[in-house]
């Protein structure tokens, strides 16, 4: 069965850390791009990470660029989503999806024909 779980959310003071994880089944990790998006109610969906294995390539959107930080140890089918100094505007749920490889911009803009699969969300709130 392919399926993405994502767990590793809560509630974190700004400037705190937490360690989002999607660890993926029923399939090759190596052979997709693997994205983190995060949404806030009435906000528009945004990516905030995207790793292509393939292509040795990471993404990140300057509003987290030298906060989050993406990894994947060798041989696990898990990535995870390091999250330093969060800010409050860093509050949403936050989902993996799994789309093709080399992070091609119509998956990093979470469009329906290039997201293959999404999990179910874990939410980070991120407040005083």
């Known amino acids: 069965q392919v399926q993405l779980a994502e767990s590793g959310g809560g509630l974190v003071q700004p400037g705190g850390s937490l360690r989002l994880s999607c660890a993926a089944s029923?399939?090759?990790?190596?052979?997709?791009?693997i994205g983190w998006f995060r949404q806030a109610p009435g906000k528009e969906r945004e990516a905030v990470s995207c790793f292509s294995p393939s292509h040795a390539y990471t993404y990140y959107p300057e509003s987290v660029k030298g906060r989050f930080t993406l990894s994947r140890a060798d041989g696990e089918n898990t990535v995870y989503l390091q999250m330093n100094n969060l800010k409050p505007e860093d509050t949403g749920d936050y989902y993996c999806?799994?789309?093709?490889?080399?992070?091609?911009?119509?998956?990093?803009?979470?469009?329906?024909?290039?997201?293959?699969?999404w999990g179910q969300g874990t939410l980070v709130t991120v407040s005083s």
């Open positions: 029923g399939f090759i990790l190596d052979d997709y791009s």
């Open positions: 999806a799994r789309g093709p490889d080399g992070c091609v911009a119509g998956f990093v803009l979470g469009e329906s024909q290039y997201v293959e699969v």
